[in-house]
């Protein structure tokens, strides 16, 4: 079932319904994002809402995770597919009797987030059971570079759609994705999970929670050093990623849904080209050197602040100048993020036993994300009230990332809790 070779036929299948889902799941958050803008105009409602949508991942991504461990994960994948094409059938049959309200549009996003909670850890928990411990970083750079694709085709498709169709042409271009996801996933071939469940099931889940919080502490603390590092990006970086990127150029830079898009797709571009360079650049800069990605990103968040100066788009029209320099920006900033998440992927997936990666991999995206919806209903509330003075939000945030590179670059060199497989691993990448 673990193959030397990494485009083996089930690695395929896999990559393939992810490329499908993604697309459909690309076209439909970005939309809806251009949706709730329109229709709001305010960054505090857009916060808020993206905020609450990211809750059911917090809260139940450590229970898909042992659902993935489990049960067999190849029809967790086909029935979640299913379950989300159903989920979108039916807002799409409630939307053409009345037009979406803003908590219906909460309703839908919060169900799908929930599914995905259980999804996405289904997903990374496979790919160590179908390529080999050597092969995982280049595993996990194509699932990237995937991701990275869609987040590329996706906001530009959707900006072209949504401006010409409207956002019903999305639902159903998604509900497609994920129907034809479900047709390819029936074709993997997966171990079943090993446990099963006690007699209570929701014990079983919690003990299950336990353990994996427990493993990251006494065993590989510094995983849990490398999530509580992450819990505090996460409050302070990515707000100016999901709140951000989206308000300064709807809002303050005023540009189309078509420019938008293309933006957004230049950033999906920037995590192709990080993914494609991962393999060279962690030959130079591996995990003892991963403070320099972060000095990287210090950097870059002072040019996005620097666009936002006044002088530059105080001029009545459309400040193309400003948009050009931040798209650019956006676009070295996701290459950057996408060669740091690779590198943590893959000696989280080296250092977690197998029979609890999918718990393992899903209480680490949860506690990471657990001060993302604060952060994010901050921000929003600093761009709104710090509209034309934007770039102190981005002073500040790149001194608080500075002093945390700091940290970063002490945890990782201090060689407490890194093992020499790891080490190895992370230093060569073969």
Do not use: W
């Not at 502490?217 to 990127?245: C, D, E, W």
């Not at 709104?384 to 060199?413: D, K, P, Q, R, W």
């Amino acid at each position: 079932m673990n193959s030397t070779k990494i485009f083996h036929k089930n690695f395929l299948i896999l990559i393939a319904g992810q490329i499908i889902s993604l697309l459909g799941n690309s076209l439909q958050r970005f939309a809806l994002s251009l949706y709730i803008l329109d229709i709001t105009g305010s960054a505090a409602i857009f916060s808020i809402i993206l905020s609450i949508c990211i809750l059911p991942q917090i809260i139940l991504a450590p229970f898909g995770g042992a659902i993935a461990d489990r049960f067999n994960k190849k029809k967790i994948l086909i029935i979640l597919d299913l379950a989300s094409a159903l989920v979108l059938i039916l807002f799409l049959l409630i939307s053409n009797y009345k037009s979406p309200m803003l908590i219906l549009i909460g309703i839908l996003m919060c169900l799908l987030a929930t599914i995905q909670s259980i999804y996405e850890p289904s997903v990374r928990a496979c790919i160590p059971a179908i390529v080999s411990t050597s092969n995982l970083t280049a595993a996990n750079s194509v699932v990237s570079e995937i991701s990275a694709i869609t987040t590329l085709l996706g906001p530009i498709a959707a900006g072209f759609l949504y401006g010409s169709f409207g956002i019903d042409i999305i639902f159903i271009l998604n509900i497609i994705s994920f129907l034809c996801s479900a047709g390819i996933e029936c074709f993997l071939i997966l171990p079943n999970g090993t446990k099963g469940l006690e007699n209570n099931a929701f014990l079983t889940f919690v003990n299950d929670i336990k353990e994996s919080m427990s493993y990251m502490i006494h065993k590989q603390r510094l995983i849990f050093y490398m999530v509580l590092l992450s819990s505090a990006f996460n409050l302070f970086l990515t707000p100016i990623y999901t709140v951000g990127i989206p308000y300064i150029e709807k809002i303050l830079f005023g540009v189309s849904d078509e420019l938008y898009g293309i933006s957004e797709g230049c950033i999906g571009l920037g995590m192709i080209t990080g993914a494609l360079l991962v393999n060279i650049l962690a030959k130079k800069f591996p995990l003892s050197k991963i403070h320099y990605y972060f000095v990287v990103l210090v950097l870059l968040i002072v040019g996005m602040g620097f666009t936002t100066l006044p002088f530059l788009h105080h001029t009545g029209s459309v400040p193309y100048m400003a948009y050009i320099i931040f798209t650019m920006i956006s676009f070295l900033f996701a290459a950057c993020l996408a060669n740091i998440n690779i590198i943590f992927m893959t000696f989280l997936q080296v250092e977690t036993p197998p029979s609890m990666m999918g718990k393992i991999m899903a209480l680490v995206a949860s506690l990471a994300t657990a001060f993302m919806p604060i952060g994010q209903i901050i921000f929003g509330a600093l761009y709104e009230y710090l509209s034309a003075n934007a770039y102190i939000i981005y002073v500040i945030v790149a001194i608080i990332s500075l002093a945390a590179t700091y940290f970063i670059h002490h945890l990782v060199n201090s060689n407490l809790f890194i093992s020499s497989k790891t080490k190895e691993l992370l230093s060569t990448n073969n």
